[in-house]
């Protein structure tokens, strides 16, 4: 038997915090991030006797909300369970989550083609985070009590990679309805990975493993391709997959194991006696449908459709709907009416000046001062032959560095050489590249192109190609 000989399903889970004010059922402060160890808990959150919850209803709703983006059935009753465990970062020995009647279910997300089922959206809390020190184990409460949205797929993904871009959608549409940053680094968005495998033409699953500590989109992708290839080997020895809770080491590349894997009856779930069950009317649907916006997919085909943008593009310029604002008002400013063609010289712009200088000084949006209309007067100041293309590059860079207004750069810059300082460059070229010359007067007429370049690095962008190539014709 050969790897070719087993399939893969892969389902995927998704913790995301919400980007709320307060904590899930307290009002301790959700701003953990870098602060002192344990210095946001309460009562509650700490799971002290007789601390009792109340509901966050702004989590509540951008709980909703998510589920509706992920095309989801809005639940008109759910409720709360306990869901009952004992570990060290849970103190009460329980966790309120949702089982029977979470707030939406029966979902989907594109990506690559490929329809991905989303099983269930629903809230619970964070737990604390346990911090493994020398012959200790510390725990950090802190987190505890976060709201924390669970995104649940079906077991549709049977490649590593449709698992890894299915993550990134995943979290581009977290991001879009602005519930949450989702940021992995910062640990408000975990993915864990349910990976079984079974013979081909086999109809049941495989035994599910669960593999955890996936910090980025690439582990995610390696974790699977690690996984697949041991519970095949194992299984060809005459070994048998058991469920498990498996953790993924980023420096050798290979998962570990945790602890067996609980099943949905070993947690005892039952109705949260301390939560009253919540029951929603249509028109309260209805108006959270209203807030969700347009979500990536829409975004990228209409600007393929009324912009006339490349997949390509269209897909780089809704890759985060900051960008994708930035650069449809950086175009509305430019025209108010914007033509194929005007669309494809912001794009241009944005993917070929904007994202490099982001990557290249390590900054987001949020972080520079180059509006989308001091791209626009760039633009303006190209168009009207007040600037040379080398010296609007010159301009955007330092306006994304400073700060500063283009036109005021733009007059500094563009003290065009004269007439006469640009016949002397002009006679210099022609000099030096006496065999181009002969040809240009031969008929290769292509060749000009080359002096003008010749002309143009000499003066280091400043001088008027199409002025240059007029003296470069009448001087020879």
């Not at 619970?124 to 950090?140: F, M, P, Q, R, S």
């Not at 997959?241 to 998962?255: A, C, D, F, L, S």
């Not at 008002?329 to 494809?344: H, I, M, N, Q, R």
Request: aromatic share 10%.
């Amino acid at each position: 038997m050969k790897l070719k000989d087993f399939e893969l399903t892969v389902g995927i889970e998704f913790h995301v915090e919400l980007a709320t004010l307060s904590k899930m059922f307290c009002s301790c402060s959700s701003e953990i991030w870098n602060e002192p160890p344990n210095s946001h808990v309460c009562p509650v959150c700490l799971g002290l006797p007789g601390a009792m919850p109340v509901a966050n209803r702004e989590a509540v709703k951008k709980a909703i909300l998510l589920g509706m983006a992920f095309n989801c059935k809005p639940q008109a009753s759910s409720k709360f369970d306990r869901k009952n465990y004992f570990y060290p970062d849970l103190p009460k020995g329980f966790q309120i989550s949702q089982y029977e009647l979470p707030f939406s279910k029966d979902g989907f997300a594109k990506v690559d083609g490929l329809k991905i089922g989303i099983t269930r959206v629903h809230l619970e809390e964070d737990t604390g985070k346990l911090i493994h020190v020398k012959g200790a184990t510390l725990i950090d409460f802190n987190r505890s009590g976060m709201p924390l949205v669970e995104i649940v797929s079906e077991a549709d993904i049977t490649t590593a990679r449709v698992a890894h871009d299915f993550a990134q959608k995943v979290q581009q549409i977290v991001r879009y309805t602005g519930v949450s940053e989702a940021d992995m680094e910062k640990g408000s968005m975990r993915v864990e990975v349910n990976i079984s495998v079974r013979k081909l033409g086999d109809k049941k699953f495989g035994t599910k493993v669960e593999v955890k500590n996936l910090n980025s989109f690439r582990s995610v992708e390696r974790a699977i391709e690690y996984e697949f290839t041991r519970q095949v080997e194992l299984i060809k020895r005459g070994g048998k997959v058991i469920q498990e809770t498996r953790g993924w080491n980023e420096i050798e590349n290979k998962t570990y194991s945790q602890r067996t894997k609980e099943f949905a009856h070993d947690y005892r779930y039952f109705p949260e006696p301390d939560l009253l069950p919540f029951h929603f009317e249509e028109n309260f649907f209805q108006k959270l449908r209203g807030e969700i916006g347009e979500l990536p997919d829409l975004k990228k085909e209409r600007f393929i459709k009324e912009y006339g943008l490349s997949n390509y593009d269209a897909d780089l310029l809704t890759s985060t709907s900051q960008l994708s604002n930035w650069y449809e008002e950086a175009l509305l400013v430019y025209s108010k009416k914007p033509t194929v063609g005007k669309a494809k010289i912001v794009a241009n712009w944005v993917i070929g000046e904007l994202l490099r200088r982001l990557k290249q000084t390590e900054k987001s949006l949020d972080e520079i001062s180059m509006t989308p209309a001091y791209l626009s007067e760039i633009l303006y100041l190209l168009d009207e032959g007040k600037v040379t293309q080398v010296q609007a590059k010159d301009i955007f860079w330092q306006v994304f560095q400073t700060g500063e207004r283009p036109q005021p750069i733009a007059n500094k810059l563009s003290q065009v050489l004269s007439e006469s300082d640009l016949l002397d460059v002009v006679d210099e070229i022609i000099a030096k590249n006496e065999e181009v010359v002969k040809e240009l007067k031969s008929g290769k007429t292509q060749v000009i192109n080359f002096l003008v370049g010749q002309v143009m690095k000499k003066t280091s962008g400043g001088a008027d190609p199409k002025f240059v190539e007029r003296l470069l014709k009448k001087k020879i």
